[in-house]
């Protein structure tokens, strides 16, 4: 009768691991196609400045950036700037394995001349030097990472790395300090919470850089608001302090009740964080 017990209860932990897995493996999934998406849309917006316009767009040379520049000087200042923040949110998306805060990505408080320098820059390598990965490559290797729990990502912390979960069932789950890349957490803004997903860490100042989400309204009937959340269409990117993210864990899923083309997160601990977060704001 024991070993008959030790079986079932086997069983049942190997059921909620496989189901544990395959969660993780959705919301990877999601973000990668949240991103794909991102990236699409901005290559469709340059593709229009190019018919508008009349160059090469999105730009893949230094001659599309020189003849793409020379076709815009007769706009102002702030359109040339906003013609050219598109193809560097473009360029951010597909260089993505460099550091965040490259000089090259910057987008603000530069002239249009400094902008068009830095594209320039980023397209001095030449392109037959350049390796193509496709959508297809990129599912590959997250099923394998979200498969084998002995690969972990390593930080560039000095102190080791430990395992952490994007998401989890416990409502009270405490947020190890500094959260991992792409970790979701509740950040504490002056007149709102919001969900965010973690872009790097700064080791120098103590900070995290993140997406902020947003929160949608839905038909679902346990939609009470902040329950479901999507990455923005326009990037919306913030720095954030320790004091400013709360101490609690978001338990993260993906939400498949909810049909939209771009990816759906519940908040599943949501009364929880609105009762850990009322302190701040009422």
């Known amino acids: 009768m024991k070993d008959k017990e030790l079986k ?15 969660a993780q493996k959705d919301i990877i999934k999601a973000r990668i196609l949240a991103r794909e998406q991102s990236k699409n849309k901005l290559i469709a917006q340059c593709a229009e400045n190019e018919r508008k316009h009349n160059y090469h767009g999105p730009v893949t040379s230094q001659d599309d950036v020189n003849l793409m520049f020379a076709k815009i000087q007769k706009f102002s200042e702030q359109d ?59 599912y590959g290797g997250t099923n394998v990472l979200a498969s084998n729990p002995t690969l972990e990502r390593t930080q560039s912390s000095k102190k080791s790395a430990k395992p952490r979960s ?10 190890e300090w500094p959260p991992s890349e792409e970790e979701f957490f509740i950040a504490l803004l002056e007149n709102e919470w919001s969900v965010c997903s973690v872009i790097s860490y700064d080791e120098n100042s103590n900070t995290i850089k993140a997406h ?35 101490a609690m864990r978001p338990s993260i899923n993906l939400a498949k009740n909810i049909k939209r083309r771009d990816p759906v997160f519940a908040l599943m601990n949501r009364e929880v964080i609105e009762g850990m977060t009322s302190q701040f704001y009422n």
């Open 8 to 22: 079932c209860q086997k069983k049942q932990i190997d059921k909620i691991e496989a189901e544990w897995s395959k």
């Open 80 to 138: 040339k700037l906003s013609l050219m923040r598109k193809e560097m949110k473009e360029k951010k998306l597909i260089f993505s394995e460099l550091p965040n805060d490259f000089v090259l990505f910057k987008q603000y408080n530069i002239s249009s001349t400094k902008m068009y320098q830095n594209l320039l820059e980023l397209h001095a390598v030449d392109s037959a030097n350049q390796e193509t990965i496709t959508v297809e490559d990129i």
């Open 166 to 175: 994007m998401g989890t069932e416990e409502p009270f789950a405490d947020l």
């Open 212 to 246: 902020l989400l947003q929160a949608i309204i839905t038909r679902a009937k346990d939609d009470t608001g902040k329950t479901y959340w999507i990455y923005n269409e326009e990037e919306n990117v913030d720095t954030f302090e320790e004091k400013h993210v709360l």
